[in-house]
Structures are given as C-alpha cells and as structure tokens.
C-alpha cells in the first residue's frame, strides 16, 4: 500500500521539518510497516562542492577502516558520525568535498564495490534518512525529531516487488542532476519500456524497483530542461500502472497520479505551508484545515521555493 | 434522548468499532470525538441510531452500514457508506473516490466535492454530491440515483446499465453507454422533494438545468459494437 508525505514552507526559512515529516509518516505508519524514509532539504549547510555520504557497514573487524581509506584514497573525509542500526549493521555518514558532482557517483560505485558495504546516498542539499522498521523507531534511532529544513518528503514502505532491507527503503536518489529523490506508492506496469531508453542514454539503475526508474526519470527529464512541472506532467503520459508518487528536489516538492487514479493523493495549503501525503490525517500532521484537495486521476501538482 | 460520547483518541478501529457497537444497543445518539480520519469508522453497525463523527474520517466511514444515521462534520476518505444497505450518510465537508460504491440502499451526502467513480457499482440509494464529481462518477452504476450540483469530470456514466445521473454543472465527457436525455417533470419533481431535505435549496429555474444520465443499453457493450439486447 505505501503512505507517501510532502512538506514546503513557503518562507524558504528553516523549520522543524524533521519532526513534521515524522509526525506525518507516523500518520501514515498503518500503509506500511517495512520501513521508513526521509530526504529532509535546506539544513545541511554544506559548503559548495561539499557532499554527505550516508553509507551501510555491517559490523565486520576492519570494514569500517576500508571504507574510510576507499573515500580518503579520493577525498579527506572532513567529518563523520556513526549511527548504530539494527541487525549488525551501523550507519556511517560522512563530509567530504569534491571537485564536482561528477565524482560523487564513481566514487559511490567504488565504495558499494566493498562486500557488506552499500552506500545509501550521497548529497549536498539534503540529507537522507531511511530504515526497516517503524517510523517512531527509525525517528529515535537517527533523531528525526532535530533536523531542521525547508522542505521534506517521506515515505512509509508495504513492500510488493522488491526485497525489504535499508537500501529498498525509499525515498530514491538518482545522481543524474544532483540531489533528485522519489518516494512512491504503486506499480509501475511499463516499467522496462520507461527503463530502456534512459539506460541507453547511460543512466546507471542499482536495482530492479520501479522506485528507482521514477527518480531516473524524472531527473533525465530535469537535466533535458523540463520544468518539474512539465517532467511530472510527462510522467503521467509515460507510465502505465497504479502510482501516485512525490519528488523532492532542492528547490521543492511535487506530486504525480496516474491516469486511473487507482493510487490515493490529497493536498492541503495555506500561506505559510504546501503539504501533500496519502491521506489526511497526514496533513493534519502539519496543518489544521479542513479544506483538503483530492489529487485528480492524471493530475500533478508541485511548489517550489 | 440517551446521548453519550466516545473518545476516539489513542484507539485503534477495532476498539472504537466495538465500543459503538456496545453503546449502540443502549443510546439512542453517539458522538465520537477526535476521530482524527480513522479509518472503517462504524463499520457495519446494524442498529438503527444516529452517529455523529466529530472531525474527518478515514477510508471506509459508515461501510455495510444497515439503519444508521452517520454525519461527519469534517472531510472523509475513500469509499465512504460502502456498501450500505439502508441509513444514511452525510459529509459536511469534501470526500474522496469510491463514495457510495456499491450501495444497495440509503442516503450519501457530501455537501462539498467528491473525488473519482462516485457511486461506482451501485445497485440502488441515493448519493447526493453538493460540489463537483470526479472522473468516472456512476461507473459501472447498475441502479439508483446520483444527484452531482457542480460538474462531473471525464467519462460520465461509464459503462452505466440502470440508474440515473442528475449534473446541474457541466458534464465534461460521457462513458462508453451513458448518454444524456432530457429531465421530464417526474424527474424534476423527484428532485424537487429530495435536495431540500438534504439542505439544498435550489431556485425554481435550476431544476429546469439538470442534465439526466441514463444507460443506452441494458447491456454493457466493449469496443464499438453495441449489445444486440440493447
């Protein structure tokens, strides 16, 4: 089933989007109880050319070490923080800089080259927290509740095609443009005519879920020029299948519905915020209104800041 | 008038549906408070006595109902009064798909917009929608009526055998055997009786601007190719 989340403030400020997301996604804990993810936008103060890497290591004498000698043999790593996860496994995030994005996947691929190790993601404006289990345990285990932003997606997973562990979690990351990340909820029924052709133009796919074909997509259409709006709007037209799914980029959210609208999507706004999630008791999360918009079959919306 | 409430607050549906179903046996009104869009809300409760939801609702409000009187002071989700047999429903604010799918009877209100395929596999009842209808309203509709006083979306009456549709806004497309006739003055005045029961005052000359939905084959037909029963 899938619960999906979205959250902009218009003020560009920061807020407390990190304890909003939760709130939402724990609204929505009952669509899915897999895992949990977050890509929380504006409150990594990175520098320029500065990167967060968010990496698996499963706890194994030495693999740590390797880990940090594969990014140093490229990049100093400027600073770390480890977060113990569940299963042996602890989440090591890290800063490091680079000449440009370029560099940002190879060296990714380099790192996932290492057996037990599989790097997350990787960003500069955002940063991507995702896990098994409930979201109130992977708020506790990562603290959600502090991490301030401009804007949020999130996501709560019922898992149906692809396996349940950290790296399936959604949201989605593509490295096409940088810092593009999808949270979804349904089937995308055509998903190897929509991946064939962005494989041909290069594009590197890490699995078989069609998560990850939507955020490729949609970062294919962004680097070709498409305004998220015009991309989202395409996306409808492409895709076959149930989905309703949200993108979060660095400048905004924005959701997407199929043609059938056999996947749900509702929309609540006022002066300050532009929430959109799966059902309302999510916008309620955010916001006391009563003015809620069910998203028409075949419609996208977005805002960006 | 035996009133009591119940506070949905840190309930799951099961409890909340049980303590309705206790205290519907001895109160004649229940009013569940903090509903915060749960969902199966009063799922098929029989007793004849009324409900009120004081917030939104979740998917699923008031289905299989039998008898009940539900009103929803806030918004609900999908399917709202699924498959009712008799009682009614009524939304004070917006609703989203499905609302009355399959109904075999009784009442739905929603005094403000309904989401895609309201009152899809009807058999019978009533579903009145005060705002707009979204797409494929009356889907697969084998009886009953759906009264919409704003626009219906895209492919009206899809695949439509019996029942009618009544749109006083504009009808953006019909579904494969729907077609719009005429409102005759049985039509008009069956209308006439029922809105303003449900609240709805209409000026005279509006009934006079209702589009009626009908089947134009008793048959479901597929592709181009008509039913021969038509």
Known sequence: MCGIAGVVFKDKKLHPVGKIMTRMLDALQHRGPDSAGFSIYGGLGLQDHEYLLNIEVKEKSGLLEQVKKTVNAVTPIEKEEIVPSVENYNIYKCKIALTSFEELKPLIMDIDKLEDVVVLNGSHSFEMIKDVGSVKEIADRYDTYSKMGTHAIGHTRFSTESIVDRYHAHPFQSYIIPDITVVHNGQITNYWKIRGPLERYGHIFETNNDTECIVHYIADKLYKGYKLEEALEQSIKDMDGPFSYIVGTPNGVGIAKDQLGLRPGVLAENDEVFAIASEEVSLRAVMETDEIDQISPGESRAYTI | ?230
């Open chain 2, 1 to 230: 008038m035996r009133e009591i409430e119940i506070d949905a607050n840190s309930m799951v549906p099961r409890d909340l549906n049980r303590a309705v179903k206790q205290a519907a046996r001895k109160y004649d009104r229940i009013v569940i408070k903090n509903p915060n869009a749960m969902h199966y809300m009063v799922a098929g409760l029989t007793d004849d006595v009324e409900i009120v939801i004081d917030g939104s609702a979740g998917y699923f409000a008031g289905t299989m109902i039998d008898g009940a009187k539900i009103r929803i002071t806030g918004n609900a989700g999908w399917f709202p009064a699924d498959n009712m047999t008799d009682g009614e429903v009524m939304i004070d604010g917006a609703a989203g798909d499905g609302v009355g799918q399959g109904i075999y009877g009784g009442t739905v209100v929603v005094r403000k917009n309904a989401g895609s395929r309201t009152g899809e596999i009807m058999k019978n009842g009533t579903i009145i929608i005060g705002g707009n209808s979204g797409f494929m309203s009356g889907l697969f509709m084998m009886g009953g009526r759906i009264i919409v006083l704003g626009d219906v979306s895209d492919d009206a009456g899809e695949s439509i055998i019996r029942g009618a549709m009544y749109v006083l806004g504009d009808i953006k497309s019909l579904g494969k055997n729907a077609k719009i006739e005429e409102i005759d003055d049985e039509s008009k005045n069956e209308l006439k009786e029922l809105l303003p029961v449900y609240g709805f005052e209409l000026e005279e000359d509006k009934y006079d601007k209702f589009k009626k939905i009908v089947p134009r084959s008793k048959r479901p037909f597929y592709g181009g190719k008509e039913s021969e029963e038509g």
